[in-house]
């Protein structure tokens, strides 16, 4: 088991080959695979578990009936509302230290805020889903703004990660903000092949609390849960402060991460191919 300090200077480190990685040509940076892991000791990516929105359109126990079939102690991590630094660079040193994968459902303004963000998380290996636009209550608008905005936002990251602005999700992976949605919401998005995701829990981080408080809950939820997709928010510095801390907690409990993609994933590596 590593000590503190061995921790803290692999997140260091992990820290220093992202801001070199931000600057080297994407086909340079090898994602990790699940089950390889230069870091001795570290949590990684126990799987990859396909999902696709035909079979699994919903899913989420907070939200829906369905949830992904996890075994029992695998957790499928996922951060809302980002890209925003500093604290998604935090998070994806942290995540990178332990070779864990996650997926980033991203907002689409703060994607066009910060596109080369969105292709660092993509060539980390990460998925990135969608999160809307501009983040409403899209059980609020009329049916036809809702739509504009989830397509305005999957158009922004499509652009930051492809150059190319489209309403085609190349991940057809999608979130509601607050987990509001109307029936012909989820009905569209259905029709559309893209998977609507909820949570199995959550650290409820958009509360202000102490890393230790948020890691205490989360911990509580994750013992009782035992399994299931969490929800976090990378743009939260509590969040980023607290994962490290999550992290070993997951191994030395013996959790395995599983990491989410959609069928025929193309990822930054592929597409250099
Ligand atoms: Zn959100």
């Known amino acids: 088991m590593r000590n503190m300090s061995t921790g803290r200077r692999s997140i260091l480190n992990a820290v220093a080959m992202l801001v070199a990685t931000t600057l080297a040509p994407t086909a340079l940076i090898a994602p990790a695979r699940a089950g390889e892991c230069p870091n001795k000791g570290a949590l990684g990516t126990s799987r990859v578990l396909t999902v696709d929105p035909a079979a699994y359109p919903r899913v989420g126990t907070k939200s829906f009936p369905q949830t992904l079939p996890l075994d029992d102690h695998e957790v499928v991590l996922t951060f809302d509302d980002g890209p925003s630094p500093p604290a998604t660079r935090t998070i ?40 809307t636009w501009s983040h409403p209550n899209l059980a609020q608008p009329t049916p036809e703004n809702a739509e504009a905005d989830i397509d305005k936002g999957i158009s922004a990251v499509e652009a930051a990660l492809h150059g190319t602005a489209g309403t085609t999700p190349t991940t057809p992976f999608f979130r509601f903000p607050y987990f509001e949605s109307t029936p012909h919401l989820l009905q569209r998005m259905e029709q559309r092949g893209i998977a609507v995701f909820g949570a199995d829990f959550w650290a409820s981080d958009w509360n202000k609390m102490t890393p230790e408080q948020q890691l205490k809950l989360l911990t509580e939820r994750l013992e009782i849960a035992r399994k299931g997709i969490i929800l976090l928010h990378d743009p939260r510095a509590q969040t980023a402060a607290m994962l490290p801390a999550f992290l070993r907690y997951l191994r030395d409990n013996h959790y395995r991460v599983v990491h989410i993609a959609p069928p025929a994933a193309r990822t930054a590596s592929d597409r250099t191919n």
Request: aromatic residues 4%; hydrophobic residues 45%; neutral net charge.
């Open 92 to 131: 994806l040193a942290a995540l990178s230290a332990e070779c864990v994968r996650a997926t980033f459902f991203m907002v689409g303004r703060s994607a066009s805020e910060h596109p080369e963000l969105v292709r660092t998380i993509a060539s980390l290996g990460h998925t990135v889903g969608h999160h």
